[in-house]
């Protein structure tokens, strides 16, 4: 079936700019999480959804970031005034909740990210 | 607070050889480890992963060490590859009641010579 998919790939966008990001996740799949991956670094935990609501937000670095997942299925990460530190590949992840009879933690398929340039 | 550590920063094996990548970590409520591949362009994908109740774990090439007295885990590419060279995250989280959110090492990017 098909992958978890990002849109847009690349986006360029100026100082101080708008720029919204998208993520499909996989079908069925509950849980929805934000990372950020800087140049040369690992990922780094923004925000995780489960359904429609921001479980945790923990990870969103100031009040310029938010996103929203209003069906429980795409979800969209907004950051406001953009300043070129916001630069860095933006990935999403999806994956499947545990069962009702608890279980364990289950695996995050991730997207291939958009890459984000502010100048 | 880096919480996970992860070494070398970069690795060059011949063809054949053995590629060990090791991370530490700090929080002891960490449940879950999991290891992750990416290439350039694409998102990480998951690779193999343990919980600290065994300490070992093998799938194919990849093996997973862990020593949770050490707080310390290892990947090891047994007969490494060129279509292995990619840069390897180690990975850790606190569960399902924390969200399953992941923390991750820096990576290591991994050559493998032909």
């Known amino acids: 079936g098909a992958g978890v998919s990002q849109t847009p790939s690349n986006k360029v966008t100026e100082k101080g700019k708008y720029v919204e990001l998208r993520c499909d996740p996989i079908s069925g799949h509950t849980a929805l999480y934000w990372y950020r991956q800087s140049l040369g670094q690992g990922p780094e935990f923004l925000i995780y959804?489960?359904?429609?609501?921001?479980?945790?937000d923990s990870g969103l670095p100031n009040d310029r970031f938010f996103a929203v997942r209003p069906e429980g299925s795409v979800s969209t990460l907004k950051i406001q005034r953009t300043e070129r530190g916001d630069s860095a590949v933006y990935l999403c992840?999806?994956?499947?909740?545990?069962?009702?009879?608890?279980?364990?933690?289950?695996?995050?398929?991730f997207g291939p990210g958009t890459r984000l340039t502010v100048l | 607070q880096q919480q996970v550590k992860q070494s070398p920063q970069s690795l060059i094996v011949q063809k054949g050889g053995i590629s060990i990548i090791n991370c530490a970590y700090e929080?002891?409520?960490?449940?879950?480890f999991p290891w992750y591949q990416q290439f350039p362009g694409k998102g990480p994908a998951l690779l193999i992963a343990?919980?600290?109740?065994?300490s070992e774990k093998k799938e194919g090439r990849f093996t997973i060490s862990f020593n949770k007295s050490a707080k310390q885990f290892s990947l090891h590419i047994m007969d490494s590859q060129p279509g292995d060279s990619a840069t390897y995250f180690c990975a850790a989280s606190r569960g399902w009641e924390y969200g399953n959110k992941l923390v991750f090492g820096a990576g290591t990017i991994l050559r493998v010579k032909s």
């Open positions: 343990i919980r600290p109740d065994v």
């Open positions: 992840a999806s994956s499947r909740l545990p069962g009702l009879a608890g279980g364990s933690t289950d695996t995050q398929y």
């Open positions: 959804f489960q359904g429609t609501g921001a479980a945790d």
């Open positions: 929080n002891t409520a960490f449940d879950y």
